[in-house]
Structure formats: C-alpha cells, structure tokens
T-cell receptor
Framework: NAGVTQTPKFRVLKTGQSMTLLCAQD?????MYWYRQDPGMGLRLIHY???????AKGEVPDGYNVSRLKKQNFLLGLESAAPSQTSVYFC???????????????????FGPGTRLTVL | AQSVTQLGSHVSVSEGALVLLRCNYS??????LFWYVQYPNQGLQLLLK??????LVKGINGFEAEFKKSETSFHLTKPSAHMSDAAEYFC??????????FGTGTSLTVIP
C-alpha cells in the first residue's frame, strides 16, 4: 500500500495564480483532511471531508476550496494565490469513529509527505 | 471543544538523558490522545496513541506516554535519548466528529 500520497512535492506560484494540490489514499478511509503547517503554529485544519461528495470548513478555510469527487481523492484548490498562503500543506486520512467503536484500529490520522508551496 | 498546549517549543537533551515532552489538553468529552513525530522534510508519523484502557501507552522507538485525567496531561517520555530522536513532536487530541487538534509542536535537539 502506498498510504497517503500528495502531488506535487514542491511548487512556486506568483501572486494571483491558481493551482490544485492532489491527495490520494489507498486505505479506503472515509475521512480526509487538509492542513497547513507554519513555523510556531503547528498544524491548522483548512478543510476536511467525512465521505465522498462531502466537505466541511476547518479552522482556516479562507482562500481555499476543496472537492471530494472520489473516495480516494481529496483536492485542495487555491483560486488566487497570496503570499500568506506560503506554507507546507499536509493531507491526512483516517478511519471513522464507527470503525473505532466497532473495535477497529482507532481514529489515528495517516499523513502524506507534504507539499511545500511558495507564493511570490 | 478540544485544545492542546505543548509547553516548551524547543527542548535540548544530552544523548543518553531522559526525554520529557509536555502536553496538556482540554476536552469536553473523553479524549483520544496522540503523539506524532515529524522528521525534517517529512510528514507526520504516529508515535503512540491513547484511546481507552491502560493509561500508560507504549509507542515506537522506546517512547511512552501516560494519560493522567486528573492533571489533563499526556506527557511523552523516553528513558535514554538517541541522536536519531532529534525531530519535531506534536501532541494531538481528538474528540467526537474525528477532528484533530494539534499542539504547536516541540523541537527536540539531542546533544552528543
């Protein structure tokens, strides 16, 4: 199993450009998440999804959009990039609480390797 | 609501010394607690987790953590630091809804 993969690994954008980050998981997880990591601020949740076709806002959703058209993929879009969006972006996926209650492996999150984005 | 506080953004220990990384949480529901490690330029990797049952949890690489409800703490320890332990460590709490709340991280430096 590849686990959670992210593309691209690195990207440099100019202010105002758009791009899409792709996250894919092969563990059949229902839940998927996008975080951004900034120095001294830990990980902050941007958006998340509790299943195919569903999305929800996290702590810092402004300037980002997401889509979950397929269960295994979770896309993060930046329509008009700003320097404040320079960050490292992590995707994660997890089992559902139902799996936990049913004696499953627990709702730990599995992380991708990250995408380092610079907006000039 | 849940939140996590990690005391000390930077911790330095000598090789072979005790590692103690502090984590306090707040949660309105019985928490699930996690420690993750992040090596340079990599994603986060689960070290250990507490869901239910035994309050002393053992993880990978010789780390362990103890859930203390009365102190709302979940401190991470390792008896003897190794150079390879140098990394960023994140404490996280999860409650209902499967959202995770991460601390701001503690950078561990191991001095030879």
């Amino acid at each position: 199993n590849a686990g959670v993969t992210q593309t691209p690994k690195f990207r440099v954008l100019k202010t105002g450009q758009s791009m899409t980050l792709l996250c894919a998981q092969d563990m059949n997880h229902e839940y998927m998440y996008w975080y951004r990591q900034d120095p001294g601020m830990g990980l902050r949740l941007i958006h998340y999804s509790v299943g195919e076709g569903t999305t929800a806002k996290g702590e810092v959703p402004d300037g980002y959009n997401v889509s979950r058209l397929k269960k295994q993929n979770f896309l993060l879009g930046l329509e008009s990039a700003a320097p404040s969006q320079t960050s490292v972006y992590f995707c994660a996926s997890s089992y559902t609480p139902i799996d936990l209650l049913a004696g499953g492996p627990g709702n730990e999150q599995f992380f991708g390797p990250g995408t380092r984005l610079t907006v000039l | 609501a849940q939140s996590v506080t990690q005391l000390g953004s930077h911790v330095s220990v000598s090789e072979g010394a005790l590692v103690l990384l502090r984590c306090n949480y707040s949660s309105s529901v019985p928490p699930y607690l996690f420690w993750y490690v992040q090596y340079p330029n990599q994603g986060l990797q689960l070290l250990l987790k507490y869901t239910t049952g035994a309050t002393l949890v053992k993880g990978i690489n010789g780390f362990e953590a103890e859930f203390k409800k009365s102190e709302t703490s979940f401190h991470l320890t390792k008896p003897s630091a190794h150079m390879s332990d140098a990394a960023e460590y994140f404490c996280a709490v999860s409650g209902t809804g499967n959202q995770f709340y991460f601390g701001t991280g503690t950078s561990l430096t191991v001095i030879p």
